[in-house]
């Protein structure tokens, strides 16, 4: 019986995560995934530790048995993006808010400890100040930012009126090795790291100008182990910004990769995106102090190990 499970183990960041429980000492983990935005090839290095099931989310008896004996879920399986809510909102409606609702109850009749949930930065919207904490007024611009949010409320509530321990980390625009560039809608750095060893120009949406607090994908997972150990007293049914406090605007990104390079593409600029936030910093005092995060890769560190991934997994 595994101890874990992780739903979208097959992503990107589930993947890392699933690596990262092995590292941390958990004999087998156990993924759900239906494989729309995964790949089981995400999972090649760790396959002999996994037991993975194809299952969605909106599924709760296949859930339910999934979850039997399972002590902590990680919830990442969603359907991610902005411009991918707005240009399609019901599947993204469905799996992010009902899929949601699924694995909190499929959680609570299975008997699971602790959710340990991926919520999004989205949820902040434009904020006056910056960095944005965990205080602050939320003012999601999207459905996909709605929808994240109301995932914490659930979470929160499943805490408060079920029991079930639960901890939601904000994530802020995580990059690494194995995000998908495939899609239109796949994230910025990832569309980067393409047409840079493409030598193509990649297209920014607006001036450039818009800052995000990119956060390496090894810190995300850190935080997560680190969020299925806190306290329950200190931590349950709360939620934390997963970021790594810095902010970089996408102009000095893609001048930061450039050098690193050492080429000059320059950009083409296209309009701006609907439901796009400017700017994105998160405040981690809340995270350092009741959770012990503790970023480890400067974002050029973070870059050039993400960038080494892309050039030899041509
Ligand atoms: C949001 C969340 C992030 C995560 C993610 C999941 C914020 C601040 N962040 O990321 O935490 O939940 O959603 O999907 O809400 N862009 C271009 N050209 C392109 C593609 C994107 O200029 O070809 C711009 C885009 O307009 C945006 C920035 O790059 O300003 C980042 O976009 P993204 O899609 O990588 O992530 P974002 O910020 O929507």
């Given at each position: 019986m595994n101890r874990h499970l992780v739903t979208g183990g097959a992503g990107f960041i589930g993947s890392a995560l699933v690596r990262g429980l092995l590292r941390d000492g958990a004999s087998r983990v156990t993924v759900v995934d239906n494989l729309l935005t995964g790949n089981e090839r995400n999972l090649d290095e760790v396959r002999d530790s996994v037991d993975f099931l194809n299952v969605d989310i909106r599924d709760y008896n296949a859930l339910r048995k999934a979850m039997?004996?399972?002590?902590v879920v990680f919830h990442e399986a969603a359907i991610p993006s902005v411009p991918r809510s707005i240009h399609d909102p019901v599947p993204s409606h469905d799996v992010n808010v009902n899929g949601t609702f699924n694995v909190l109850r499929a959680a609570k009749d299975s008997g699971v400890r602790r959710v340990v949930y991926a919520a999004s930065?989205?949820?902040?919207?434009?904020?006056?100040?910056?960095?944005?904490?965990?205080?602050m007024q939320t003012n999601p611009k999207s459905p996909y930012a709605a929808q994240k949010l109301m995932g914490e409320y659930y979470m929160s509530v499943w805490a408060s009126c079920f029991g079930l321990e639960t901890v939601s980390i904000r994530y802020f625009n995580v990059f690494g090795p194995?995000?998908?560039?495939?899609?239109?809608?796949?994230?910025i750095l990832s569309l980067f790291m393409t047409a840079l060893l493409d030598r193509r120009s990649p297209t920014l949406f607006g001036d450039g100008g818009q800052s995000r607090d990119f956060t390496f994908v090894e810190d995300v997972v850190a935080l997560n182990l680190k969020a299925a150990k806190a306290p329950a007293e200190v931590v349950s049914g709360k939620v934390y910004n997963g970021g790594n406090g810095g902010r970089i605007t996408l102009n000095e990104a893609w001048s930061l990769l450039q050098g690193i390079e050492r080429v000059s593409i320059p950009p083409v600029y296209g309009p701006p995106r609907e439901g796009d936030v400017r700017d994105s910093q998160a405040d981690t005092v809340a995270a350092v102090r009741d959770l012990g995060h503790s970023p480890q890769y400067t974002f050029e560190e973070g870059m050039r190990l993400t960038l080494e991934w892309y050039r030899n997994s041509r």
């Open positions: 039997d004996g399972v002590e930065s989205s949820c902040y919207g434009d904020t006056l100040v910056l960095p944005k904490v965990e205080t194995r995000q998908d560039p495939t899609s239109p809608y796949s994230g």
